[in-house]
Structure formats: C-alpha cells, structure tokens
C-alpha cells in the first residue's frame, strides 16, 4: 500500500516510465491503482524513431507487472516524508 | 480495477475510458495490435473488436486482419489510446501486402539469426 499512496501523491508530476522491454515513456502521471498499473497522458516515447507504431498514442494504459522504473524528478519526493511512512510501514508489519 | 476508497474514485486506473475506442495493445512477444476495445477485466485481460496486427519490418508495414480477439492480461505491456488527430505512422513508411510483409520479416530473422551464429563463432576468439 506504501508506493500506491506514494504514487498518488505524484499525480500530475511528469514521470518517465522504463518498462521491461526497453520502451521508455515520458509523461504526465495521471492515475494508479493497487497493482502500480499506471495511466500516463500526453506521453513522449524516448528514441521515438524506434517505435514508430506509438506516433499517434496520446494517452496510455501500462500494466504494472511490465514496469522496471519509474524515474521522478528529483524535487518530486520528500524523502523525509517517506523515510518515515517506510519505517512506519515496516513496524506496523 | 482497484478497491478504491471514495477519495480514489477519481483517481481509479480503469480501462473503461478506453471502451469503444480504437486501441493500440502492446504484447510481451512484441506483437502491436490495434482493435476497439470492447471489454477488459481487473487483470488487463482484453476483448479487442476488428483487431489487427500491425507488423512493421523497416520501413515497411503491413496490418494483417485477426478479427475478435480475447486477449489475457498476463500478455499485456501498454495499452495506447490512438489520437485519431495525428498520423498513426511516420510518413515515410510504406504500405505493403500480407506475403510481402511476411518475407520481410523472414528475411530480418535469418539476418538476426545470422549475426547471432556469427557472433558465436567469432566468441571463442576472445577478441575484446
């Protein structure tokens, strides 16, 4: 439940989202869920010239299970703020 | 798709504003599929209406019709909404046959598989 709350907290920052198969993904995060699928809108596809079938692709669906990273800006956490969520986290359980 | 509480529902990552449009899916063995979506689950399992596959050799593609299709979430990578305002491929590209397409891709296997067994010759060699 941790990096679900965390992730709803970066709703609307931009995020660059590297999936398994090497596809990487800039854009506006728009929703998650409990499974860390995410919603991206008004993507950017890194070295788009590879992958000239996503030209068109706005708005996009990616299924949790295929993420490898999520890349934040670096003002986007309070690491503070998560440090201490973390150790709750790891208490509680 | 997710148990979401009354502050989430704005917030939920539900495929159903996707429904009825027409989609690009991506697959895990690489396969780009467009089809309008029809219906899909809390696993990403999908039902894709006049799906197609969009096979793309180069410069050259081709969309070969598939029909109704089921397609199990567990394969699924992206799903992308297609902008129906901008192309959906560069211009340069070009529109090819089925059995063109199909050698096409032939050809680009063996040439992996060539430089694949090359490369294997060549390791033992310790060149680096």
Redesign the interface.
Known sequence: MLFFSYFKELVGKEVTVELKNDLAIRGTLHSVDQYLNIKLENIKVVDEGKYPHMLSVRNCFIRGSVVRYVQLPPDGVDVDILHDATRREARGS | ????GPE?IL?????AS?LDKKL?V?L?D?R?LLGILRSFDQF?NVVLEGACE?V?VGDL?CDIPLGLYVIR??N?????????E?????AH?ICVSVPEIKRAQKAEREATDLKGSMRKRMEFLDLD
């Open positions: 798709m997710s148990f979401a989430d917030l939920s990552t539900s495929l996707y690009l991506l895990r690489g780009k990403a969009r793309i593609f979430g567990e699924v990578v992206l799903i992308g909404e297609l902008d129906s901008r192309e959906e491929l560069p590209m």
